[in-house]
């Protein structure tokens, strides 16, 4: 992900129109994350590390609040930025050879695009401490077993084919919904207000279906 990458990725979600469904995927490998020594020279050269950091936060922010399901379809390494890219997604699944890692504390950093933040509601705190504070990677089969993927195929022809799978399932759903569902999950408000929140938009979905 070099600095060009950032303009690029939200000029995608801009466009997306009327798209039912977004996964997301890479082509040698998900992502060896943020291209480090393409990104510190402009820093060091702009002196404004919020100026170059926060447009980061928000295109993950954004690709987070889209109302549509999205799936991080992984395979190969998903290394750093990689890996908040995913948890900035609805749903991951992932090939057998696929590895995760958030190394940012070996380079004397830390992670900063939202993967403290998203992380522990996917995984629980203390796993997300392990890969944050370790910085060492875990294989497909503990991702499975840790809850950040949902299925682990045998390999990445197999895996597109099940997310497109998946993507068709989802695309056949009443959009209304899925934003809907979304947007409950993402406020994940305390139990009163949940159900509450939830109820009013049912309330509301019928009204309107009911003219």
Known sequence: MPPAFWPEF???LDGLGEARVLIVRGQELFSAGLDVPA???VIAQTGDFWGLVR???EAFTSLAELDIPTIAAIHGHCIGAGLELAAA???RLCSAEAQFSLPE???GLVADLGGLQRLPGLIGRGRTAHLALTGAPIDAQTAERWGLVTGVLDTPETLWASVDVLAGQLAD???QALAGTKQVLRDARPL???LRQAGEFNAAALRKDQG
């Open 173 to 175: 759903l009443n959009p």
């Open 10 to 12: 939200t000029e995608a």
């Open 192 to 194: 009163e207000e949940g």
């Open 105 to 107: 504390v070996r380079l």
């Open 39 to 41: 990104t510190l020279p």
């Open 89 to 91: 997604c609805d749903l």
């Open 55 to 57: 447009p980061m936060q």
